[in-house]
């Protein structure tokens, strides 16, 4: 079983930048596909962007798409997203999220970081 840890998290002001990452332990990440969920004040958590195992295919939600980026390095057990050009509708918890090859859901998820985006 993998555990997983955010952090990057923060206050930033609308236009700016931010990049979260993700800290895999227990368990090689390069097993995992892994993604990216956000979770907004009295709205249900919602998918931003997945990754492959190895990193060569990569999905977003299509308002995402453009300002936002997944990475990630097997190397260092990371997995990383890169956001840009931040608005304040992006204000949520940001989850990471992975999930065995073989399974259709995401069954390991960290505990959450803070992103406020002020206007």
């Known amino acids: 079983q993998v555990q997983l840890v955010e952090s990057g998290g923060g206050l930033v002001q609308a236009g700016g930048s931010l990049r979260l990452s993700c800290a895999a332990s227990g368990r090689t990440l390069s097993s995992y596909p892994a993604g990216w969920f956000r979770q907004a004040p009295g709205k249900e958590r919602e998918f931003v962007a997945a990754i492959s195992r190895s990193g060569d295919s990569t999905t977003y939600l299509d308002s995402r798409k453009g300002r936002f980026t997944i990475s990630r390095d097997n190397a260092k057990n990371m997995v990383y997203l890169q956001m840009n050009i931040l608005k304040p509708e992006d204000t949520a918890v940001y989850y990471c999220?992975?999930?065995?090859?073989?399974?259709?859901?995401?069954?390991?998820w960290g505990q959450g970081t803070q992103v406020t985006v002020s206007s």
């Open positions: 999220a992975a999930k065995d090859a073989w399974s259709a859901r995401y069954d390991y």
